[in-house]
């Protein structure tokens, strides 16, 4: 009873935390971007490229070594300019992989946008985190994990859902893999709403050192 006692008292005062709530809404687009190609990437390397069951596997694996390499090398970039600069070049990349496997005709090219979303998904997940870190007051820390865990829940099934849609009115599963673009594209203008800066002084944080903005 505590613990609910508590989170209504921090939804109660979401408005004292605009910064923190333009992150989990950006957030809430553009991991479902993730959430779509994480759960259908597979699907259209068999459907649209050919890809066998081994390769899919194998595919799958290079995909989470890539994710593991760009959390790391991204992690000092984070350090240096911020989790939102970091979201923004992860997003980046997202969308370059996204035009990438939609237009690419070739394995090869498939193989490129996996390993390029692989290193771009790592330090988006792990920016997203430390960015909500710096903006979240240190009494509150739990409960906006645990809302930022819950509510990449809440827009999980709108990917694959679209994709679905779109797959079977153009008769393409590069039309449904489109719709992960659109998710980035708002996910990424919903950033630019937040003030990292200014969420660190909502905080009360101690002021951070990076270039950020």
Same mark, same amino acid.
């Given at each position: 009873?505590?613990?609910?006692?508590?989170?209504?008292?921090?939804?109660?005062? *979401?408005?004292?935390?605009?910064?923190?709530?333009?992150? +989990? *809404?950006?957030? +809430?687009?553009?991991?479902?971007?993730? %959430?779509?190609? @994480?759960?259908?990437?597979?699907?259209?390397?068999?459907?649209?490229?050919?890809?066998?069951?081994?390769?899919?596997?194998?595919?799958?694996?290079?995909?989470?070594?890539?994710?593991?390499?760009?959390?790391?090398?991204?992690?000092?970039?984070?350090?240096? #300019?911020?989790? $939102?600069?970091?979201?923004?070049?992860?997003?980046? *990349?997202?969308? %370059?992989?996204?035009?990438?496997? %939609?237009?690419?005709?070739?394995?090869a090219m498939i193989w490129a946008a996996g390993i390029l979303v692989g290193l771009a998904a790592g330090p988006n997940q792990s920016a997203s985190r430390t960015l909500l870190g710096r903006i979240v007051p240190? /009494? $509150?820390?739990?409960? @906006?994990?645990?809302?930022?865990? #819950?509510?990449? $829940?809440?827009? /999980?099934?709108?990917g694959p859902l679209l994709f679905g849609i779109l797959t079977t009115t153009f008769e393409s599963q590069r039309a449904g893999v489109a719709v992960v673009l659109v998710f980035f594209v708002i996910g990424a203008?919903?950033?630019? +709403?937040?003030?990292?800066?200014?969420?660190?002084?909502?905080?009360?944080?101690?002021?951070?050192?990076?270039?950020?903005?």
């Amino acid at each position: 009873s505590s613990a609910f006692s508590e989170m209504g008292e921090t939804v109660r005062e *979401l408005g004292r935390y605009r910064m923190i709530v333009r992150l +989990l *809404l950006a957030r +809430l687009f553009y991991n479902a971007g993730l %959430v779509t190609i @994480f759960a259908l990437g597979g699907i259209y390397a068999a459907g649209t490229f050919g890809f066998e069951t081994d390769e899919i596997i194998f595919f799958g694996m290079a995909l989470n070594v890539a994710a593991g390499l760009g959390a790391f090398l991204f992690g000092f970039v984070d350090d240096k #300019v911020g989790g $939102k600069t970091t979201l923004y070049a992860s997003l980046a *990349l997202l969308c %370059v992989a996204t035009l990438v496997a %939609v237009f690419g005709q070739t394995k090869a090219m498939i193989w490129a946008a996996g390993i390029l979303v692989g290193l771009a998904a790592g330090p988006n997940q792990s920016a997203s985190r430390t960015l909500l870190g710096r903006i979240v007051p240190a /009494a $509150k820390e739990t409960e @906006f994990y645990g809302i930022i865990a #819950v509510s990449g $829940k809440l827009t /999980a099934f709108m990917g694959p859902l679209l994709f679905g849609i779109l797959t079977t009115t153009f008769e393409s599963q590069r039309a449904g893999v489109a719709v992960v673009l659109v998710f980035f594209v708002i996910g990424a203008a919903l950033l630019t +709403l937040v003030d990292e800066r200014e969420g660190i002084e909502l905080a009360g944080r101690p002021a951070y050192t990076g270039e950020i903005d």
